[in-house]
C-alpha cells in the first residue's frame, strides 16, 4: 500500500484528500503546515508527496527545496496544490523539481490519474536502478552548454561551491559564478539544485552498465 503525505493547511481539504486517497486503497499521512510535513517526511519516507502552496510558516516551495536537499528524499514524487494557476507559478514549480502541478479544486479523477502516473514513472526509475556517472563532463553538452560551462555543472551536480570549482578548474571564483549563471539561463532554472536535477537525468546510467 502507497504512502501518501498530504500537507494542505486547510482543514477540510486535507481531509477530503485523505478520505479520497483511503477509499483508493492509498495510505494517507497529512501535515497541515510546511514544517510537520517535512518531519513527517522524513520519518516515514512517503512514496508521493502532496502538498499546497501557500501555508504558514513554510510554503511549499520551501518544503521542495528542503526535500530535494535531502539525498534521503529527493527523489520522492512531488505534486504541488494550488488555487492560483498563474503560469508564473508553475514555472517557479517546475523549475525547483516539481513532478506535476494541479490547480485547486482538483477532479478526483485528475487527481487519482497524476498520483498513478508519479508512483508509476518512480517504480520504473527504481527498477533500472540508475546511478549518476561523474567521469566525464562530456554528456552535459547534450544540454547546449560550452565545454567549460558542463565542466561547471559536473560539479555541481557533485555539490561543489563556486569556491571548490576555482580551485579543481583553476579559474576565478567569479568566473564560476558566471559558468553558473550561464547554466541557469541555459536550462531554463533559477536554483542550483534544479540544475542538479537536469544534470543528474544526463549523467544517469543504468547501474550493470556503470563503469568498472
Same mark, same amino acid.
Given at each position: ?9 486547510e482543514?477540510?481539504?486535507?481531509? &477530503?484528500?485523505?478520505?479520497?486517497l483511503?477509499? *483508493?486503497? !492509498? ?6 503546515? #510546511? ?23 513554510l510554503? #511549499? !516551495? ?22 492560483? #494557476?498563474e ?6 514549480g517546475? &523549475?525547483? #523539481? $516539481?513532478?506535476? !502541478?494541479?490547480?485547486? %479544486? ?7 490519474q ?5 508512483l ?16 566525464? !563532463?562530456?554528456?552535459l ?28 578548474? +583553476? ?16 536550462? +531554463?532554472? *533559477?536554483?542550483?539544485? $534544479?540544475?542538479?536535477?537536469?544534470a ?5 546510467? %543504468?547501474?550493470?552498465? $556503470?563503469?568498472?
Amino acid at each position: 500500500m502507497n504512502k501518501i503525505l498530504v500537507i494542505e493547511d486547510e482543514p477540510e481539504m486535507r481531509r &477530503n484528500l485523505a478520505t479520497i486517497l483511503k477509499l *483508493e486503497r !492509498y495510505q494517507p499521512l497529512t501535515a497541515e503546515n #510546511g514544517r510537520m510535513g517535512l518531519q513527517l517526511a522524513s520519518k516515514e519516507r512517503p512514496d508521493l508527496i502532496l502538498c499546497d502552496v501557500m501555508m504558514p510558516e513554510l510554503d #511549499g !516551495y520551501g518544503v521542495l527545496q528542503a526535500l530535494r536537499q535531502d539525498p534521503a528524499l529527493a527523489l520522492i514524487p512531488f505534486i504541488f496544490l494550488t488555487a492560483k #494557476g498563474e503560469k508564473q507559478d508553475l514555472r517557479s514549480g517546475m &523549475n525547483l #523539481g $516539481a513532478d506535476d !502541478y494541479l490547480t485547486k %479544486p482538483v477532479a478526483k479523477a485528475d487527481l487519482l490519474q497524476a498520483i498513478a502516473a508519479r508512483l508509476r514513472r518512480s517504480e520504473q526509475q527504481a527498477q533500472r536502478e540508475f546511478k549518476p556517472d561523474f567521469s566525464s !563532463y562530456r554528456p552535459l553538452l547534450k544540454l547546449g552548454l560550452t565545454p567549460r560551462a558542463a565542466e561547471v555543472l559536473l560539479w555541481v551536480a557533485q555539490g561543489k561551491t563556486n569556491a571548490d570549482i576555482a580551485v579543481i578548474l +583553476g579559474i576565478s571564483e567569479s568566473t564560476a559564478k558566471k559558468h553558473l549563471l550561464e547554466i541557469f539561463e541555459k536550462l +531554463g532554472v *533559477e536554483t542550483r539544485s $534544479a540544475a542538479t536535477l537536469r544534470a543528474l537525468e544526463v549523467l544517469a546510467v %543504468p547501474a550493470n552498465h $556503470a563503469p568498472i
